[in-house]
């Protein structure tokens, strides 16, 4: 049987193939046209490029050698533009998909490469609504995400407060272990099949941490409704002015007026997908803070001990990237109910401090005290 | 003195370079935070992916050998997708720009890029709002470009109706005729400087029609009111559902709520840049119509009889492409009215007819007739 390529049907050909992954009557025009964001809401927008060989590596159809099958490829495209949004605080209202592919690419590999995408989109009813497919050299895949949020509920890296406590929404590093496991075979031959299958679905599957959001949502909204109240009755006491409790910052504060949607609760923060080292430090900077990090409260997928030294371990939940997690600055209060809610992986990591410097520290002495830099993650070129 | 590269400075060296280039506080986080489309407008997405070596090609620097200088390959890209917007009614928001760079690009490189591409983008306020940098092995650029329209005026392929005018808003040919210039030096040397001067622009710095999207909706206005005022008089006399004048399509109509917005001219269309025939082959099989051109009428550049054949300037205007005007069909009133508008260049070409087929007729015998169809435009693989 001979497979079918792209040369083969040609581009025409292809896009009829694709079509049936995206919502009927949006593809077929210059652009989509698509209903905006909900009212008040702002439009957030995220785009990302991935690059065979940078950051997939493919075979052309799914040969156990190769670490990323097709699905996985887009599976991960697709899960890492949502994170942005994440991120942001945003909820997801679609994707474009531009498509670089080599003349020679299985047809079969770019609908396996959709069903990936899609798979993943599904989970947050987010559709394919337009794309671009060009030949090229290599075979890239520019994403880009757009979604909505309230601009005060936007989650920014600048933001972070002196005494903000600093959690991280799952483990660290099961991403890496996961990628060392796909390309040595004889690695990790004591882990339990699940232990193996859970680590390297972090790798190929990671989820983007969109229901983050949606609990922190209500979380935010019950925390300012309460504070509302206790400022309601405060009010007739205080002039408008002096109404700003250490939690929240009112936005032209009218007791009359009170709309959650204008409130916010001082949230900063973005993902891990660079590494959660980068993501602590990234804030830290666009936040003009310091931050001090308990390195023994990091959490750790457990089978990791089973793999690598305690030091490996922390340098690949550190620098290892690709986990997509959350790492969110938030008041205390509200940062020990997240954490609760979320459960097993989350957790509070450490606190910002005043300064710039970032200190990775252990009282229990497991770990070596280390200052963090922006120079030991992951940087192209 | 040595050049400086981009492995030079690395990513995020570049990202500083490139920071000046958009608005301050929407670069440095996950994603942007932009405000929505104005109520009652949709939001229209549109990508595309320009690859070195088949959409653009430069020597690194703008020797005078490349056809395509950065400036020129930043320009053209954005020119590329507001050319989209305009194609569906749209007026820009913005755009987020996804590079792939090779190392050795040298910094200057990029940032001549991002100058060409916010010299297009300036004419229309449209500001870059984010955007990713990767390593590849091919340089590349994916850009993706939103806007709004009122749902009821986005122009579509669908929708053309028999009888209707078919306006090419301006000249066919003259891109791939500057592109003959550029790389062919010896070729049309009776050509004056102005002459050859203006082919070159037409290739290098294309102008998206969003000026016709503006001006047609004065005109749609103003027909509209026209349209309205005199069924408000008649409205007495008839039941609504009977109010559908051959150019109205009224959505809903109730004289008592009359919002120009709600109201539709039947417009169809889409861009040239794959070429007038495609473009006109591409609505009429959208829309389920035939089509009749009068090749005669096909406006060309006037030096183009100076450099080649009649037949040649034909071939070009139908399939050369990328002249980025705007091919509408709509009713013949309307269509003379923007055609004088337009003024020099813009023609109705010909009209929509019952069938499938696109004749290309003249009746004074300059050119053959001959069938349109999809096959001869420019295809990707």
């Known amino acids: 049987m001979t497979l079918e390529l792209l040369k083969d049907i040609g581009e025409q050909g292809l896009l009829e193939r694709l079509q049936p992954f995206c919502p009927p009557g949006i593809v077929g025009d210059d652009g989509a046209v698509i209903p905006p ?199 007739s006491n205080f002039q408008s002015d002096n109404l700003q409790p250490d939690n929240l910052q009112p936005d032209n504060f009218q007791p009359s007026t009170l709309q959650p949607s204008t409130l916010q609760l001082s949230i900063a923060g973005m993902d891990s997908s660079d590494g959660l080292a980068d993501a602590i430090v990234q804030i830290c900077r666009a936040s003009g803070v310091g931050a001090e990090i308990d390195s023994n409260r990091i959490t750790l997928p457990q089978s990791l001990s089973k793999l690598v030294s305690p030091e490996q371990a922390l340098d690949w939940a550190l620098y290892g990237g690709e986990d997509f997690e959350l790492v969110l600055c938030l008041p205390n209060e509200a940062a020990e109910e997240l954490v609760a809610k979320l459960g097993e992986g989350a957790a509070v990591i450490g606190k910002i401090t005043s300064g710039n410097q970032v200190w990775l520290k252990d009282k229990t002495g497991t770990y070596a005290d280390q200052l963090l830099s922006l120079n030991k993650g992951f940087q192209h070129f």
């Open 37 to 235: 964001p909900e009212s008040g809401q702002s439009l957030v927008i995220t785009t990302d490029v991935l690059v065979n060989g940078v950051h997939f590596s493919d075979r052309y159809g799914g040969v156990s050698q190769c670490t990323t099958s097709p699905e996985d490829a887009g599976w991960r495209a697709a899960a890492a533009n949502l994170s942005d949004l994440a991120a942001m605080g945003a909820s997801p209202l679609g994707i474009t998909v531009g498509l670089s592919l080599t003349g020679d690419v299985p047809v079969s590999w770019v609908e396996r490469l959709y069903q990936g995408m899609t798979q993943c989109l599904n989970q947050y009813n987010t559709p394919i609504v337009g794309g671009d497919i060009c030949r090229s050299p290599v075979i890239s895949i520019a994403i880009t995400a757009f979604g909505q949020v309230y601009p005060h509920r936007a989650i920014r890296r600048t933001g972070a407060k002196v005494g903000h406590a600093i959690v991280v929404t799952g483990v660290h590093g099961a991403s890496r272990a996961g990628l060392e496991l796909l390309l040595k075979p004889d690695f990790g031959k004591h882990l339990s099949p699940e232990q193996r299958l859970s680590l390297i679905k972090a790798h190929q599957r990671p989820q983007p941490r969109l229901d983050v959001i949606a609990l922190l949502e209500l979380q935010v909204n019950r925390l300012l409704e309460l504070q509302v109240n206790k400022l309601k009755v405060e009010s």
